[in-house]
T-cell receptor, first 112, second 117 residues
Framework: EDKVVQSPLSLVVHEGDTVTLNCSYE??????LLWYKQEKKAPTFLFML????IEKKSGRLSSILDKKELFSILNITATQTGDSAIYLC????????????FGQGTILTVHP | GAVVSQHPSWVICKSGTSVKIECRSL??????MFWYRQFPKQSLMLMAT?????????EQGVEKDKFLINHASLTLSTLTVTSAHPEDSSFYIC?????????????FGPGTRLTVL
């Protein structure tokens, strides 16, 4: 059975701090790993990673994948209160339908 | 990114009634859409995979007679919660699969909050 585990499950920081969110996985026929941010509504897409060692960057957010050790990290530097959200890691594998297996999510709270 | 809409965004209904939720891909065609359910402070739980022109594939433990899925066109999938009960109250989210050179991505609709009284 495919499995995705995120850590920590929750994190409380102050504005300006840097955070690292972790995602490890066990998936047959790995295709890609995706990071999403969820605030009050549905998840919004952040990154898709398919190759090891290539960092993807968008502003203060960056992410990298290690296919040998089967994990990914999402970094957020200089956090702001608007970064408070649930961060979801999902892995696509197995069937050709593109089904995603989601981790439990990390609840990030950034205090002013 | 691709835009996915859902309608309605929230619905309140009486126990025993049926509720239909629509999921549309607005600026692209989606042969595959997915339906998820999410409880407060929990992750997304995949309910079923909806393929245009064929029967949906349901995840283990999801009753296909209770959660009817129809993917009648390349831009529309519907989820009907039949004979809804209070325990069906949840946040229902759809997504549409987009295939690209780098791989497949899913874009999510804004979700529908269902409350069954």
């Amino acid at each position: 059975e495919d499995k995705v585990v995120q850590s920590p499950l929750s994190l409380v920081v102050h504005e300006g701090d840097t955070v690292t969110l972790n995602c490890s996985y066990e998936v047959t026929n790995f295709r890609s790993l995706l990071w999403y941010k969820q605030e009050k509504k549905a998840p919004t897409f952040l990154f898709m990673l398919t190759s090891s060692g290539i960092e993807k960057k968008s502003g203060r957010l960056s992410s990298i994948l290690d296919k040998k050790e089967l994990f990914s990290i999402l970094n957020i530097t200089a956090t702001q209160t608007g970064d408070s959200a649930i961060y979801l890691c999902a892995v696509a594998g197995g069937t050709s339908y593109g089904k995603l297996t989601f981790g439990q999510g990390t609840i990030l709270t950034v205090h002013p | 990114g691709a835009v996915v809409s859902q309608h309605p965004s929230w619905v309140i209904c009486k126990s025993g009634t049926s509720v239909k939720i629509e999921c549309r891909s607005l600026d692209f065609q989606a042969t595959t859409m997915f339906w998820y359910r999410q409880f407060p402070k929990q992750s997304l739980m995949l309910m079923a995979t909806s393929n245009e022109g064929s029967k949906a594939t349901y995840e283990q433990g999801v009753e296909k007679d209770k959660f009817l899925i129809n993917h009648a066109s390349l831009t529309l999938s519907t989820l009907t919660v039949t004979s809804a009960h209070p325990e069906d109250s949840s946040f229902y989210i759809c997504s549409a699969r987009v295939s690209g050179r780098g791989g497949d991505t899913q874009y999510f609709g804004p979700g529908t909050r269902l409350t069954v009284l």
